[in-house]
């Protein structure tokens, strides 16, 4: 356990999960669990949702306060708030303006309209006539305001568009790379082969349609999109309001409603105008207050910053921003504060536009990596089964326009599988571990799905395999972390061909392991799929048996642990991953067999545990390879043998090392299994045996 915990710590891949901190808190009303009703208090929550300030009992029994940091409330919450603040003036201005309608169909054109001068009439008309235009421009600016936040800038729809016309590109460079490795291995030809099959039925980009970016009249795309519709309108309404205000202020000023006027109808009179020009006065300060917030205060910037949602995020919060204004005009002004960022990225999630999918799985990713949001982000992400099931079949995704979404929904599903309650709702999907294993692309034995070659070409057939080496990773990495439960090993093992794509990504080639600049991805993805395989095989029971027995019996388990002993000096923590691999496979007596029947695997295993000791990592790697020694040698004649005909003085270099503090346990452990499994004919081998047992006595 020591040697284990050691190259664990050194391994910035393997997490630490054996640290639980707690932090206890009084309760948010100081403490007291007895008193009235109210003393019971409440917790939020989430950090969503609006926070009250935290009370504590000092130990004199006097309260005092602690400090709340800003960071722990939602960003998001200061839109919501600016939405309802803007929600109550607009309200003000309507029920103004229906005031205003209301006074001048009943009051003035139902009591006053015979008596009426024509100047007042034809005033009266146009202030109604302007002010319902007004309205109608109102309540079509904020659909065309919605409608232009659906889609992404225009710098990644040209990135799309450049992705399509690259196509063609990739088809011709895939298409000649077969005939020039015509003489390397047939699965190389097979892979490039399969890839430009791939690439062929991908070259055809989707029917999309994108309302926001289609012109209502043809060759006139520059004016009649959406975006510029609703700067249309916006300055319709600004134009309306001061129209409006300019006629009412004029008659309330002028007062020449002549002599000859009907009792009240001058007063009924001024207080239509009166109402005209509140109201848009109403409208102006609602305008100008959404300038001063949004343009000279940059309220959506600073959102975005305190969310770290990164170069989509001012998309991604007007869109929130007009949904949440949009509520609380259409409905109780309240309803926009009930609002949130998560709610309203899993909602995009399951639209059928695919700009809005990737909006919602950005969201999603940037608050699962942030330390202050994640807690809360998981815990309502899990809490909600169609969101997980949607996650999963995004995994399955194989479309390039799509990669994006598929990449966020990876990140997000490794951290949903790095919290115990939240991983056994995933790998409770039907079908998840399908859709997992759909993230690791391999080709047929090859590293990352290509052999490996330490040539200028490799760099560049390294960079094309770039987002299969990311996949690679992150279908690892959730492998990695539902294999933590024991049901979830169990399930790995069921999924078709999940296993043999594991051990796939373990082979690292000779030219891999001696090349010093080997991209790390690719040794990271060795790693990694390693560390599966390790956990697989230490899976206790029922369970644990079957998988060593299945993983045994797959052709390239065995012979890419070889290759980590044969060539990777350099990299001793594939070399331990390995061993302990072997060390737990030993337990399987059908595998232990199998091992030891593999090509120079025994005597690989053998230099392993006699390399000279130099460092302490060095030294973990050769107790390691002792203790695979005795498992495999365990009740097992025909490995003893194996072990002896390494050479004659094995025997000798076990005896000497019972000197060694550092190998001495792991030596005799050896020694006791070749004296007790042993053929007898081999005896005269075993004596020199004899000779040390005074040391063994002395110690």
């Known amino acids: 356990m020591k040697s284990e915990r050691l190259l664990e710590k050194k391994d910035g891949d393997v997490e630490n999960t054996n640290i639980i901190q707690l932090e206890v808190v009084s309760r948010p009303n100081g403490g007291n669990n007895s008193g009235s009703g109210s003393g019971s208090g409440s917790w939020g929550s989430t950090v969503f949702e609006p926070q009250r300030e935290l009370s504590d009992q000092t130990p004199s029994g006097r309260s005092r306060s602690i ?47 015979s008596a009426l001068k024509a100047k007042d009439f034809w005033f009266v008309t146009a202030i109604l006539v302007v002010e319902a235009a007004r309205l109608f421009s109102r309540s079509r600016e904020l659909e065309w305001q919605h409608l232009s936040t659906r889609t992404l800038p225009a710098a990644t729809s040209r990135r799309r568009i450049q992705s399509h016309l690259s196509m063609p590109r990739r088809l011709v460079r895939a298409a000649m790379r077969p005939l020039s490795f015509a003489a390397r291995p047939s699965r190389r030809l097979a892979f490039n082969m399969h890839q430009l099959n791939g690439l062929a039925s991908l070259s055809q980009p989707k029917r999309t349609w994108l309302p926001a970016d289609v012109p209502l009249l043809p060759y006139s795309d520059w004016v009649f999109v959406s975006k510029n519709i609703s700067l249309l309108l916006y300055w319709l309404q600004i134009i309306a309001a001061a129209a409006c205000a300019a006629l009412s202020l004029m008659r309330i000023g002028q007062q020449d409603y002549g002599d000859d006027a009907q009792v009240n109808e001058k007063s009924a009179l001024n207080v239509f105008y009166s109402l005209a020009l509140a109201e848009a006065l109403m409208f102006l300060l609602e305008k100008g207050y959404w300038t001063w917030r949004i343009e000279q205060g940059k309220l959506v910037e600073r959102v975005c910053e305190d969310c770290d949602l990164g170069p989509i995020g001012m998309v991604s919060l007007r869109r929130f921003f007009y949904d949440a204004y949009s509520k609380c005009i259409d409905g109780s002004i309240f309803d926009g504060l009930k609002m949130d960022l998560v709610s309203f990225a899993e909602e995009l999630l399951d639209s059928d536009s695919p700009d809005e999918q990737i909006i919602g799985a950005r969201i999603l990713q940037r608050f699962v990596e942030n330390k202050r949001f994640a807690g809360d982000t998981l815990r309502k992400i899990g809490s909600s089964t169609p969101v997980i099931e949607r996650l999963i079949e995004m995994l399955n995704w194989k479309d390039p326009a799509e990669e994006d979404i598929r990449r966020s929904a990876s990140e997000i599903v490794s951290k949903l599988a790095s919290k115990k309650q939240q991983a056994l709702r995933v790998a409770a999907i039907p079908g998840a571990m399908e859709s997992i294993a759909s993230l690791l692309q391999t080709g047929g034995g090859s590293t990352n799905g290509r052999p490996y070659e330490a040539s200028p070409r490799a760099v560049v057939v390294d960079k094309e395999n770039y987002e299969f080496s990311a996949f690679n990773l992150l279908g690892l990495l959730i492998l990695k972390r539902l294999a933590r439960d024991h049901d979830n090993c169990f399930k790995i093992g069921n999924a078709r061909g999940l296993l043999a794509r594991i051990i796939d990504l373990t082979s690292a080639g000779s030219a891999l392991l001696r090349d010093d600049r080997a991209p790390e991805s690719r040794v990271k993805t060795v790693r ?37 002993l044969q060539y990777g000096e350099s990299h001793l923590k594939l070399q ?124």
């Open 528 to 564: 990694r799929a390693l560390q599966v395989m390790k956990i697989l095989v230490c899976a206790t029971g029922e369970t644990g048996k079957i998988l060593r027995r299945d993983i045994s019996e797959i052709v390239y388990s065995v012979s890419n642990i070889r290759e980590l």
């Open 576 to 699: 331990m991953l390995g061993v302990e691999i072997l060390t737990s496979l030993g337990m399987n007596e059908e595998a232990r067999e199998k091992i030891g029947a593999t090509g120079s695997m025994i005597r690989l295993i053998l230099a392993a545990f006699f390399r000279p000791i130099v460092t302490e990592e060095v030294g973990v790697v050769c107790n390691e390879a002792g203790e695979a020694l005795a498992m495999l040698i365990l009740e097992s004649r025909r490995n003893c043998e194996r072990m002896l005909r390494e050479g004659d003085d094995v025997v000798a270099k076990l005896v000497a090392a019972l000197g060694d503090p550092a190998l001495r346990v792991n030596a005799a452990r050896i020694l006791r299994g070749l004296c007790a499994y042993s053929a007898p004919e081999r005896s005269d081998r075993l004596q020199i045996i004899a000779e040390a047992m005074p040391m063994v006595i002395h110690f």
């Open 67 to 113: 400090p709340r940091h800003s960071s722990l409330d939602a960003p998001e919450k200061k839109l919501t708030l600016f939405a309802l603040r803007l929600a109550i003036i607009e309200k003000t201005a309507c029920g103004l303006g229906q005031l205003a309608f209301v006074w001048a169909t009943v009051v003035l054109l139902g009591g006053f309209a």
